[in-house]
T-cell receptor, first 115, second 112 residues
């Protein structure tokens, strides 16, 4: 496909369960970003990869959040022992180059609901 | 870190009128400013961006202006159409050059 692909589109989990969210970036894109978007708000940065290296994870809200991109392409965001405040849309974005000023292209996101 | 403020939070215009959305940023080292359009339940879609070495950029009915001295930038939509109705987000790249910091969004409603 031509765009960033995320799965699943919707995820419902009970509090305390672990979840895994997947992102397939645009082919050849070096940089990959995860953002969290609460209802009615702008996306907020979680973490950033350049190829397989996680260069910035300053936005991850707690040590329950973990992200990886082992082969420099697909990325997974894992949330352990989910809590109700984790409910949000999780957006993935990718960009072509390593340097700044490059457009970030977003996927449709995963809407996570914690019951 | 970077802080981006956006206003208004809601904007209602008549079809054919112009719409202007304004943003301010705090980090003088920020150098890339994209605008995204997000329809309900869909991805943020990049509609226009501007880099700090220019003051204005235009693409058909959409234009963005940047005032680096005042640290503010604006989105201008002319001849609005009902399909322009969406939430618009401004953003800025921080001085480390990776993550986007978003404004709070503007819900634009274009009445036919």
């Amino acid at each position: 496909g031509a765009g960033v692909s995320q799965s699943p589109r919707y995820k419902v989990a009970k509090r305390g369960q672990d979840v895994a969210l997947r992102c397939d970036p645009i082919s050849g894109h070096v940089s990959l970003f995860w953002y969290q978007q609460a209802l009615g708000q702008g996306p907020e940065f979680l973490t950033y990869f350049q190829n397989e290296a996680q260069l910035d994870k300053s936005g991850l809200p707690s040590d329950r959040f973990f992200a990886e991109r082992p082969e420099g392409s697909v990325s997974t965001l894992k949330i352990q022992r989910t809590q109700q405040e984790d409910s949000a849309v999780y957006l993935c974005a990718s960009s072509l180059a390593m340097n700044s000023n490059q457009p970030q292209h977003f996927g449709d996101g995963t809407r996570l609901s914690i019951l | 870190g970077e802080n981006v403020e956006q206003h208004p939070s809601t904007l209602s215009v008549q079809e054919g009128d112009s719409a202007v959305i304004k943003c301010t940023y705090s980090d003088s080292a920020s150098n890339y400013f994209p605008w995204y359009k997000q329809e309900l339940g869909k991805r943020p879609q990049l509609i226009i961006d501007i880099r700090s070495n220019v003051g204005e950029k235009k693409d058909q009915r959409i234009a963005v202006t940047l005032n680096k001295t005042a640290k503010h930038f604006s989105l201008h939509i002319t001849e609005t159409q009902p399909e322009d109705s969406a939430v618009y987000f401004c953003a800025a790249i921080n001085n480390a050059g990776n993550m986007l910091t978003f404004g709070g969004g503007t819900r634009l409603m274009v009445k036919p």
